[in-house]
């Protein structure tokens, strides 16, 4: 028996599954054995006895989860942190574990209400006492962690649980003697996975598989070299062997009904402690605050969720609810991360749906000099589709030239600062590019109830129509289209060729001949196959009357490539007639600019197609600027790049076959961007019925 290493036990009493506060319980409500049980757990404080002393808690009647003891609280040295249940289901055991250890003259620290915390259930020390990891995500909250690192004057380490199952650190992690650790990874999100490899060696980790994760095999009980655990594999058990330690497997079948096994059913009352320790913990809080519908339009919900999704953890200060229905509401809500990585993502995300720092913590925005051209500073801010302002020298500025993926970069001038969304290859020395996530915000449109409701209905708010509601989308479209027309609007169109191998050319070249159409972005082929169709009647070689190859016919896309080529460009090539119709003739015709951005797929190139991709890039954006309806036309290629180039606030159609590149493309959170999931000659096609339709009965109400 080691002298030194003392346990608390429960005995199971009262121990039943009663209620289900966790995945093992479900089914399994009054389904454990009470022979077995109690069997089981005298096994088990035998095996403890032999190895070191045992205490025991009076067990509680009504309480039946007071066996699993890990979860009394956390104790270092004389101090002792009482837990705080997540559940209800088990609050009533906290005062039952307080007296005991109040006591036996331990220091007992409460949490605040409403902070959980479930004590060594989810908090672990380092064997050699050099810190201690600590759980989050299910029963213990992330903000507990500070609290712990203050009174236990350790270095804690924040582990974010992801599965379910695995809802207490205890069940999936488990710390041995020698700096070992066994542990199930994929319990754990992938920044605590990096954190427990930066942490221990590879050598010392013993990452375990699911079967024996879900045996409990990490809910073992560490005495030196000697692991106590349930029924384990006996490839891991080899391994664990190989490690210098004596395993002993003891059955816990009765308890793993109630989600715990042999760490659970015990408490380490004395504890290594390292002498030269300090404080520590990286967890970070933040305060952001709200406003407008946070309720109807869901974004409160939306920004709790996304805090949690990503690792943070969330308390709402304040939340004064709009009592009208015109009216705003705001809420505070404090933000905690366990590192400052993870805060700016979370801030991040959280300034697109447009949170604010509260008025006391407001600050100008942190800035870094550009030190070499066309590279911004490490923690560059980067910026998104949504309209963005910075704070420099405590006033708002906003930024210019809005797209994603660009850095935001400072300017000072005569009249001011001038903030400008740049890409990292325009940078330049002597400019400043805004860091960290401080001093941003993004300014959101705070629609009416009617006004979100009426286009929700009207452009399905950013959803993907199924193919009965296409025609309800192709109204919705050509209405819009006439809209900009009529007010002298833009319209950018994104086409690939399969506009032309469908059958849509007509339609499309309808649409520039007609003025719907400002603008017209795509690559080699649609020019190609556009032109190939005017010319020769085929597109890729398919006669586009009878829908059936043409003999020879892979060939016409490269004989009006060479032809094209010799006229020197698409719009000589108009001229001299030889293309006499189509989306380019259309283009030519009505002065219609349009752009050609290469590939590594393209033949030829005809003399338009720009194969400098950075040239072809500054064309697009040039085309784009002011657009208000952007169409995008079956390519993935071109219709994402554009995607990436237009911010929020531009109403964006997304048309192609594949519900996933719709997905992809009308996912931008704003409620401007519709998905269509049909075939994009059939869309073409009913867009320019529509259209006439609109039009005739135009020009019949004009004339009553
Ligand atoms: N001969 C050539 O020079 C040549 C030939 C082909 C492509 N290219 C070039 O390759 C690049 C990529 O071409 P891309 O944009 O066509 O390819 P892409 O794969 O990026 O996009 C094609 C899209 O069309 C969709 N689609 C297929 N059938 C459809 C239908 N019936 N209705 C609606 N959508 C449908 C697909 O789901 C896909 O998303 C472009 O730059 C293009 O110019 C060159
Ligand atoms: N430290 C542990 N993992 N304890 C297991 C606790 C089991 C208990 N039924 C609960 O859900 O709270």
Not at 521 to 542: C, K, P, R, W, Y
Not at 608 to 619: F, G, P, S, W
């Amino acid at each position: 028996m080691t002298d030194s290493i003392r346990f608390l036990m429960c005995a199971p009493d009262h121990y039943d599954v009663d209620y289900v506060i966790n995945p093992w319980m479900e089914g399994n409500v009054h389904k454990s054995s009470r022979d077995r049980a109690v069997e089981q757990w005298e096994k088990l404080y035998h095996v403890l006895k032999e190895n070191a002393i045992v205490d025991l808690v009076p067990p509680q009647k009504g309480w039946p989860d007071m066996v699993f003891t890990a979860n009394a609280g956390l104790l270092l040295g004389n101090t002792f942190v009482l837990s705080r249940f997540y559940h209800k289901e088990r609050q009533g055991e906290e005062p039952y574990f307080k007296e005991w250890f109040e006591d036996k003259g331990f220091t007992v620290h409460e949490l605040p209400k409403d902070l959980p915390f479930e004590g060594a259930g989810d908090a672990l020390l380092d064997r050699e006492g050099r810190w201690l990891w600590a759980g989050y995500g299910f029963r213990s909250e992330l903000d507990s962690h500070p609290l712990l690192a203050n009174w236990l004057n350790i270095e804690v380490l924040s582990l974010r649980l992801v599965d379910e199952r695995f809802y207490h650190l205890d069940t999936c992690f488990c710390p041995l003697s020698g700096g070992y650790l066994l542990y199930y990874p994929a319990a754990f999100d992938s920044y605590s996975n990096r954190l427990i490899e930066m942490r221990v060696a590879p050598e010392k980790r013993i990452a375990i598989e699911e079967a024996d994760a879900a045996n409990f095999a990490c809910n073992a009980v560490n005495i030196n070299n000697i692991v106590v655990m349930n029924k384990v594999s006996d490839s891991l058990k080899t391994r664990i062997t190989n490690a210098g330690f004596k395993v002993i497997e003891t059955p816990m079948s009765e308890f793993l009904k109630a989600g715990g096994a042999c760490k659970c059913l015990t408490l380490r009352v004395i504890e290594p402690v390292q002498e030269d320790r300090s404080a520590n913990v990286m967890v970070e809080s933040r305060a952001i605050r709200m406003e407008g519908h946070l309720l109807d339009a869901g974004l409160i919900s939306r920004a709790l969720d996304l805090i949690v999704e990503n690792g943070g953890s969330f308390q709402v200060l304040n939340f004064s609810l709009g009592e009208q229905r015109q009216s705003t509401s705001t809420a505070e809500v404090k933000v905690s991360a366990p590192s400052h990585d993870v805060m700016e993502d979370i801030i991040a995300l959280l300034i697109d749906l447009g949170a604010v720092s509260p008025p006391q913590e407001l600050c100008d925005a942190i800035l870094e000099p550009v030190v070499q051209d066309g590279v911004g500073p490490d923690d560059f801010y980067v910026s998104t589709i949504y309209p963005t302002e910075v704070r420099v020298n405590n006033q708002w500025v906003k930024a210019q030239n809005q797209r994603m993926d660009g850095a935001v970069a400072i300017t000072e001038t005569a009249e001011g600062p001038v903030a400008t969304c740049k890409l990292l290859r325009d940078l330049k020395v002597g400019e400043k590019v805004v860091v960290d996530v401080v001093g941003i915000r993004t300014i959101r449109k705070t629609e009416s109830r009617e006004q979100r409701n009426s286009q929700e209905f009207s452009f399905m708010s950013g959803s993907v129509s199924s193919e009965r509601r296409v025609e309800l989308v192709v109204e919705q479209v050509a209405w819009e289209l006439r809209q900009i027309r009529d007010r002298g609007g833009k319209v950018v169109v994104t086409a690939g060729p399969v506009v032309i191998h469908t059958g849509g050319g007509e339609h499309l070249a309808h649409l520039i001949r007609e003025g719907y159409v400002q603008a017209l972005l795509g690559g080699n082929a649609i020019a190609v196959h556009d032109m190939e169709q005017s010319n020769m009647g085929t597109s890729l070689g398919v006669d586009m009357k009878r829908g059936i190859a043409v003999r020879g016919g892979h060939r016409h896309h490269l004989k009006i490539i060479n032809t094209v080529r010799r006229y020197g460009s698409i719009a000589k090539a108009v001229e001299a007639g030889l293309v006499t119709n189509g989306v380019m003739y259309e283009c030519v015709k009505n002065n219609i600019p349009f752009s050609l951005a290469g590939s590594i797929r393209d033949d030829g190139p005809l003399p338009d197609t720009q194969m400098d991709l950075v040239k072809a890039q500054e064309e697009y954006t040039e085309l784009l600027r002011g657009a208000d309806m952007v169409l995008m036309l079956s390519s993935m290629l071109h219709s994402i790049g554009v995607g990436n180039m237009t911010p929020a606030g531009v109403k964006m159609v997304c048309v192609d076959i594949n519900p996933a590149v719709v997905t992809k493309l009308s996912d931008r959170g704003s409620i401007e961007s519709t998905g269509v999931v049909t075939d994009v000659g059939l869309f073409l096609s009913l867009l320019v019925n529509q259209l006439d339709k609109l039009t005739s009965r135009h020009h019949v109400t004009q004339s009553v």
